[in-house]
């Protein structure tokens, strides 16, 4: 349609598709049940465009929804990969707009079906014949393999068994962190081993992370579903807000997005501008985005687990054994001001990680490894999983909904008595309430209790308040 906004190369082979049928030089039966998508080069060869997979998972989605036959989908050679991890979906890849009209011709002229079969078969024959005639257009392939892998794992951080402990839970139930210390303390380093002891993406994760980035264009290689790890996107702290959550006049997913099913790590917390970091407030709570322009609404899923890393106060070393503190009383508040009182309510796990003593570095005593680790998270996961079995958008403690975690799951009474005074005493909102209950709920899945224990909830409390409370209030 004229009035729709478009965007992009994809539109080429199916414009050319079109005026070949317009003329006369190609049959419409032909191409009736044909998707294209594809770029095309001035020597007719099909080059890769974005967003082939998600396409790919709607028109099979649609086709099941109608019990009626997929249609063929037709991309160029670089995006056939994607297409392919959509297993009830057929689909070719010819290498050169003339392969398939040829092939399509072939069809017509022989009155055979134009089944999508048959007309993978026909492209395959005609590719064939035009590598044996030396014919045929190298395809272009967008494949990168990175250079050497850094090795990460959990047992190369000295000490700060608190933020270890911080990060199993926040993995075991997909909850918010915010890593706390002066420089050099570990805070990068914990952060990014995060992402050695989340579980697995299932099949269906995986498509969905993968979907995302296709759309954006940064999908890259042909690497089989099940070797798809979790995403870590780590922005640097000048990001705008179009960055962070998406945007632009065609929108485009933004890192929350990009992150999705996956960990999302903001380093110099307090350096971003506190509007960026208050656009997060939407995408933590609902696990996705919508980006309304004038001609169009787009949804982007969001389901992402935040990990924030700030120094104390501007000079960095409040709090430092070793090392005094040189900011003023007003500064100190305003840097922490920086995260505001309702970011503050959604970030379920607050952890200091004080500055490690060389003697410790020497020392060179090493924790439990991530794949020790990784282990209880993967059994506390699947205890989530069953639980939630029958909602199917609600795969671990930190999506689910306060109040039906308060109705159906198991917690004694002395716990129930100790939440109550102490969201009380602490002034906890009725959000902080529930996020309190949702990590203990994920501290008893790792403890594999199915009930909710006094002493789950006390371990919930100390890893949230008083420091995860807005600037200027105090606990008794």
């Known amino acids: 349609p004229a009035d729709q906004r478009k965007d992009g190369t994809a539109f080429d082979l199916p414009i050319a598709l079109g005026v070949l049928v317009a003329t006369g030089q190609l049959e419409a039966s032909s191409v009736q049940d044909v998707v294209a998508l594809g770029e095309l080069g001035l020597d007719g060869a099909l080059?890769?465009?974005r967003g082939v997979l998600p396409v790919a998972m709607?028109?099979?989605?649609?086709?099941?929804?109608a019990a009626g036959c997929a249609p063929l989908l037709v991309v160029p050679p670089a995006n056939a990969h994607e297409a392919g991890l959509v297993s009830r979906l057929e689909s070719v890849a010819p290498s050169t707009l003339e392969c398939l009209v040829r092939a399509l011709h072939t069809l017509s002229r022989s009155r055979n079906e134009s089944s999508p079969a048959a007309i993978r078969a026909a492209v395959a024959a005609r590719e064939q014949r035009a590598q044996a005639l030396g014919h045929a257009s190298p395809a272009a392939t967008t494949s990168?393999?990175?250079?050497?892998?850094?090795?990460?794992d959990l047992s190369d951080v000295v000490g700060q068994d608190s933020a270890k402990r911080a990060l199993e839970i926040a993995a075991a139930g997909g909850h918010a962190v915010l890593l706390v210390g002066p420089p050099g303390g570990g805070k990068t380093m914990l952060a990014r081993r995060l992402a050695t002891i989340l579980p697995p993406l299932d099949e269906d994760e995986a498509?969905?992370?993968?979907?995302?980035?296709?759309?954006?264009?940064?999908?890259?290689?042909?690497?089989?579903?099940?070797?798809?790890?979790r995403p870590f996107r780590a922005p640097h702290h000048t990001l705008s807000v179009a960055a962070l959550i998406g945007g632009g006049s065609v929108p485009r997913p933004g890192e929350v997005s990009l992150a999705h099913h996956g960990v999302l790590f903001l380093d110099e917390l307090q350096e971003m501008p506190r509007f960026v970091l208050d656009a997060l407030r939407q995408p933590m709570e609902d696990g996705r985005v919508v980006i309304a322009r004038a001609q169009q609404t787009i949804g982007f899923p969001a389901k992402f687990a935040l990990v924030g890393a700030m120094n104390p106060c501007p000079c960095g070393y409040a709090g430092h054994a070793a090392r005094p503190c040189t900011c003023a009383p007003a500064d100190v508040a305003r840097h922490r001001a920086r995260v505001s009182g309702p970011l503050a309510d959604r970030i379920d796990l607050t952890i200091q990680v004080p500055a490690v003593s060389i003697a410790a570095l020497h020392?060179?005593?090493?924790?439990?490894?991530?794949a020790t680790v990784r282990e209880r998270v993967v059994r506390a996961r699947e205890r989530q999983r069953e639980r939630y079995r029958r909602h199917k958008r609600v795969t671990c403690n930190a999506h689910v909904p306060g109040p039906w975690l308060t109705a159906h799951s198991g917690i004694s009474p002395d716990a129930r008595a100790l939440l109550a005074i102490s969201a009380d005493r602490l002034a906890l909102s009725a959000r902080a309430y529930h996020r309190v209950l949702k990590v203990a709920r994920t501290i008893a899945d790792l403890d594999g209790n199915p009930q909710v224990?006094?002493?789950?909830?006390?371990?919930?409390?100390?890893?949230?308040?008083?420091?995860s409370l807005p600037a200027g209030q105090e606990v008794a």
Do not use: C, K, N, Y
């Not at 709607?58 to 929804?65: K, P, V």
């Open 47 to 49: 080059r890769p465009v």
């Open 363 to 370: 020392a060179q005593i090493s924790g439990e490894s991530s």
């Open 58 to 65: 709607h028109l099979a989605r649609t086709a099941g929804a």
């Open 453 to 467: 224990e006094r002493a789950h909830v006390a371990e919930s409390l100390f890893v949230r308040a008083p420091d």
């Open 207 to 229: 498509l969905e992370v993968m979907a995302v980035h296709s759309v954006a264009g940064l999908l890259h290689g042909e690497r089989p579903v099940q070797e798809l790890q």
């Open 144 to 152: 990168r393999t990175s250079a050497t892998e850094e090795l990460l």
